[in-house]
């Protein structure tokens, strides 16, 4: 859902691979299992952006979702 965080560790999709840490915010829900998130430090962008991903493209590596009560 939004506002949901996501926690990466060293998760390898096909278009980025995470630190050993790495923490992404929900933004918006799309079909067919993707998602729209906020994030930044990834593939040595140093601002936010926004990408489009769908946790089931994961190659290795392990998600955590956490919901703010």
Not at 6 to 22: C, S, Y
Not at 50 to 62: L, N
């Amino acid at each position: 859902m939004p506002g949901d965080i996501i926690k990466f560790r060293h998760a390898r999709f096909p278009d980025a691979i995470t630190g050993p840490e790495h923490t992404a915010i929900i933004i918006a829900t799309r079909s067919k299992g993707r998602i729209l998130i906020a994030e930044q430090n990834l593939n040595d962008i140093k601002r936010v952006t926004e990408r489009e991903m769908a946790p089931t493209d994961m190659i290795s590596g392990e998600l955590m979702f956490y919901r703010p009560l």
